[in-house]
């Protein structure tokens, strides 16, 4: 099973994206579903949780800006990150917890432009 992330592109300062991300199998066990980001020579961060109850979490950069939903089919995530700026430039990658192990989407680039 792999994770397909799309979604990124170039946007404006204060404008929007939306990323998708989604199984291209069945995936059990899913404990929670998330997205991280990866900047120009900076750690991979998590930015937004979804646990399988339906709770989020959101890192404080991110907070209050981006919402991070699960789709009506199984294994799907989106992020809706508005009110961009220049620091939300990087590579955002999506991620599923199960029991057994993670899988990661191939990352989709994020370009902010000030």
């Known amino acids: 099973v792999q994770l397909q992330a799309s979604g990124g592109g170039l946007a404006q300062a204060g404008g929007s994206l939306r990323l998708s991300c989604a199984a291209s199998?069945?995936?059990?066990?899913?404990?929670?579903m998330g997205w991280y980001r990866q900047a120009p020579g900076k750690q991979r961060e998590l930015i937004a949780r979804i646990t399988r109850g339906g709770s989020t979490n959101y890192a404080d950069s991110v907070k209050g800006r981006f919402t991070i939903s699960r789709g009506n089919a199984k294994n799907t995530v989106y992020l809706q990150m508005n009110s961009l700026t220049y620091e939300d430039t990087a590579v955002y990658y999506c991620n599923i917890r199960t029991i057994l192990r993670n899988y990661w989407g191939q990352g989709t680039l994020v370009t902010v432009s000030s």
């Open positions: 199998g069945s995936i059990a066990g899913i404990n929670d």
